[in-house]
């Protein structure tokens, strides 16, 4: 009996997919299971949420006690004014502080190969990322709510108590948005600390070039003009006005213009980092 011969070009090709087509209920079951890994592992690492505790506790009072009784006789009163002042401006700090994280977090599971083992798994890879956002908003909430009590025990007088859910809600909404792009320098840098430098360029002229911690009608005319539509003075100025009263809608329609754009821009810049990074 002669063997038989079969010829490459005979052989039947198999096409496999390697990201075959998850419909909404995929995507909603993988991100809700990796939600849980995702608090599981800060269960078991509790230090990680030492930031999003002490970091509203020592702002606080760092501004409340340093700077307050300057910048409050700035305002027309003293320290007491500042205080109201200051604290909405840091609910809307904290989503960016806290949004950094998201960052430093992702690349150093990258390096520790937890990502490439995700991404050989039929999953959804927009489930990674979303499930990461979620679990630091809910970070955000925890940090949020740790500086209402460090604000009600310096003197913040809560005036208007939906305004202050809306505000809460309106930094929550921004932070989910804002996270996109540290999730893009956690995909592309090399290493965690570098994730760390380049959110601090991004952090700190945002931060403080707004009227986060000061009114910014002493600064320069080039600087009011980028504080005006620098979406931290948009978040602060929204908060503000919800929580002590003032205006509103200049801020809120900021805010909400930057939130559609960083996350209409960067949401599927990271999706396809994440997806292609080797």
């Not at 840098?189 to 002229?205: D, E, H, I, T, W």
């Amino acid at each position: 009996m002669s063997a038989t011969t079969v010829s490459p070009s005979t052989v039947p090709t198999i096409k496999v997919d390697a990201d075959p087509r998850i419909g909404l209920r995929g995507h909603l079951r993988h991100t809700g299971a990796l939600v849980r890994r995702n608090l599981l592992w800060i269960k078991q690492d509790p230090e990680s949420m030492f930031d999003a505790v002490l970091m509203p506790v020592v702002f606080t009072l760092l501004f409340v006690y340093v700077f307050g009784g300057s910048i409050g006789q700035s305002l027309g009163g003293g320290q007491q004014q500042y205080v109201q002042y200051v604290i909405p401006g840091m609910v809307a700090m904290m989503s960016m502080n806290i949004a950094q994280g998201v960052g430093t977090g992702f690349n150093e599971d990258f390096n520790k190969g937890i990502m490439d083992r995700f991404r050989s798994l039929p999953i959804g890879r927009a489930s990674v990322l979303i499930a990461k956002i979620s679990v630091e908003l809910l970070r955000l909430l925890i940090a949020t709510t740790v500086l209402m009590i460090v604000a009600l025990l310096v003197g913040f007088d809560i005036t208007n108590w939906g305004g202050l859910f809306a505000a809460v809600g309106l930094t929550v909404l921004f932070g989910s948005g804002i996270m996109w792009i540290f999730l893009v320098l956690g995909v592309t840098m090399k290493n965690a600390q570098s994730v760390q430098a380049m959110g601090f360029l991004v952090m700190m002229p945002l931060q403080f070039g707004s009227s986060i911690f000061a009114p910014t009608q002493s600064m320069p005319g080039w600087l009011q003009g980028f504080t005006k539509y620098n979406p931290m003075s948009g978040l602060a100025d929204a908060a503000r006005g919800l929580m002590v009263g003032g205006p509103v809608a200049h801020g809120l329609w900021v805010t909400l213009a930057w939130t559609a754009g960083l996350t209409l821009v960067m949401a599927p810049v990271a999706i396809r980092k994440f997806t292609k990074k080797s």
